[in-house]
T-cell receptor
Framework: EAGVAQSPRYKIIEKRQSVAFWCNPI?????LYWYQQILGQGPKLLIQ????????DSQLPKDRFSAERLKGVDSTLKIQPAKLEDSAVYLC????????????FGSGTRLTVV | QKEVEQNSGPLSVPEGAIASLNCTYS??????FFWYRQYSGKSPELIMF????GDKEDGRFTAQLNKASQYVSLLIRDSQPSDSATYLC?????????FGKGTMLLVSP
């Protein structure tokens, strides 16, 4: 079974620029999550999709972050404009059922904002 | 605000010893409990999950849950240098996991 695919692996941008991350979950996984992990901290949930609907986006900074999951498969997370404090690893995860036996994470995208 | 607390460490143990990692959580409605291992520069990988009070064993790993005390722990027996990593405790309610900051474990040869 192929894992959760994410791209790019690394991205360096200047503050106020925009950036987008892509995620392809494990085939058949209905639930998709985007987490932000700042160095030295645990992952923090940004947004959760069930198929192509949003279940929880309460911690997503909606003035600059947006996410979509068209057709209930791939997802993109966008930041516009980026701030220095957005430097982090952005992790995508998917699960077959609600929680179930836990998530499978992708390899993440390391974003550096300079 | 749901919180998951872990001692950031590092927890240092010699090879062959038992490593004990602890986690407390604030949400009494939490339903499921997970331990993830994260090597430096890598993404978290699931080690174990537990839903009911008591112990659950898988190889060298034992997860312990006490819902009354809102406490979950992970024991690693016969610790190996390859176990050196950050261990993340995650607590679930419905379909969302809340993670702690993680405990760094260092196993010295």
């Amino acid at each position: 079974e192929a894992g959760v695919a994410q791209s790019p692996r690394y991205k360096i941008i200047e503050k106020r620029q925009s950036v987008a991350f892509w995620c392809n979950p494990i085939s058949g996984h209905a639930t998709l999550y985007w987490y932000q992990q700042i160095l030295g901290q645990g992952p923090k949930l940004l947004i959760q999709f069930q198929n192509n609907g949003v279940v929880d986006d309460s911690q997503l900074p909606k003035d600059r972050f947006s996410a979509e999951r068209l057709k209930g498969v791939d997802s993109t997370l966008k930041i516009q404009p980026a701030k220095l404090e957005d430097s982090a690893v952005y992790l995508c995860a998917s699960s077959l059922e609600a929680q179930g036996s836990g998530y499978t994470f992708g390899s993440g995208t390391r974003l550096t904002v300079v | 605000q749901k919180e998951v607390e872990q001692n950031s460490g590092p927890l240092s143990v010699p090879e062959g010893a038992i490593a004990s990692l602890n986690c407390t959580y604030s949400d009494r409605g939490s339903q499921s409990f997970f331990w993830y291992r994260q090597y430096s520069g890598k993404s978290p990988e699931l080690i174990m999950f537990i839903y009911s009070n008591g112990d659950k064993e898988d190889g060298r790993f034992t997860a312990q849950l006490n819902k009354a005390s809102q406490y979950v722990s992970l024991l690693i027996r016969d610790s190996q240098p390859s176990d050196s990593a950050t261990y993340l405790c995650a607590v679930g309610r419905y379909s969302t996991l809340t993670f702690g900051k993680g405990t760094m474990l260092l196993v010295s040869p």
